[in-house]
């Protein structure tokens, strides 16, 4: 009882602090309260809870897990249900304190509905319109995603997309994301020929200080570049890419004071949020309060918005605070 008391407390703490989540995929992040809604409009497919989430203490194979976002995408095959799953998947990110997003999402075209890639990008976009017109606390952005396992020549229709929206946005399409199944031929290959750009952040990171040999090169390369790494324990842990949460490499990382971002990945399929990835993290790795606002204070750094938009947000971090920890004033320069 009373240890439950404590969870809560803490609990209670990480959704009161200010979070910037940078890797959260569009579809992943459906709510089970948002798939019922969807469901209830499409019940000819006959889609359980059960086949989009996956539970608490429940653990799926990294090729199941992405079999998940096959169905998902059968409930999200017009522009209406793209509307409804961004504007959802904003306000619950709102209401779990994050103040700053940056979604992703591979555009999808769907033959039966009419709905092109276009659409769907200009339909998220509408999404994130809507959200600010009704004055949610939350800046939110978008990466356009490209999916590994789609070949180069789709790669670059993508690309050749995101362009246009990150000039006629107005700023809210910030980047490109490589993403999709990683375990391809040629991995290692991938992986230096990324680095070699280098990115400007890294999402996951699990294989990068692995035992393969190769592996000390390739860190050395991560860590002369400081390219911040986005990490996602929970997803980690339930798609069995990492064996536990003691041994995630977020110990690793931040023992080497590394840029390091905590994130969800698709909080809908992993059934979890911003707030419950920080406590875990805390819990794992014995850190403090004052470490975990370090944490999100120092992610604002990595943000793919302006500078503009990162001064705003510290400010804005400054303000809370003195309330989150009952005291005067005093954020870093």
Known sequence: MAAERDRERELRFYRRLPKAELHAHLNGCISTA??????????????QNGMTVIDKGKKRTLDECFQMFQIIYQVTTRTEDILL??????????????????????????????????????TVLEGIKQCQEEG???????????????????AKQTVKLAEEFLLSSDGVVVGLDLSGDPTIPNQ??????????????????????STAAG??????????????????????????????????????WYSLGHPAVL?????????????????????????????????????????????????????????????????PDCCPE
Not at 34 to 42: D, G
Not at 85 to 93: A, Q, W, Y
Not at 191 to 208: A, C, E
Not at 289 to 294: A, E, K, Y
């Open 34 to 47: 948002t798939m019922k809604k969807l469901m209830a409009q499409k019940p000819n497919l006959q889609i």
């Open 85 to 122: 799953i961004t504007k959802d998947v904003i306000k619950e990110f709102a209401d779990d304190g994050v103040k700053y997003l940056e979604l992703r999402s591979t555009p999808r075209e769907e033959n039966a509905t009419g709905m092109t890639k276009r659409m769907y990008v200009e």
């Open 136 to 154: 949610l606390d939350i800046d939110v952005r978008l990466l356009i995603a490209i999916n590994r396992r789609d070949g180069p020549a789709v």
């Open 188 to 209: 290692e290959e991938e992986t230096r020929i990324l680095l070699g750009l280098p990115p400007d952040r890294i999402g996951h990171g699990t294989f990068l200080n």
């Open 215 to 252: 592996s000390e090169e390739i860190v050395s390369l991560v860590r002369q570049n400081h390219i911040p790494i986005e990490f996602c324990m929970t997803s980690n842990i339930k798609s069995q890419t990492v064996p536990s949460c003691d041994k995630h490499h977020f110990g690793y």
């Open 263 to 327: 994130c969800t990945d698709d909080k809908g399929v992993f059934a979890t949020d911003l707030s419950q990835e920080y406590e875990l993290v805390a819990k794992t790795f014995n850190l403090t309060p004052s470490q975990m606002w370090d944490l999100s204070y120092e992610s604002i750094n990595y943000i793919f918005a302006s500078n503009a938009v990162k001064s705003k947000l510290r400010e804005q971090w400054c303000k809370l605070k003195p309330a989150l920890f009952d005291q």
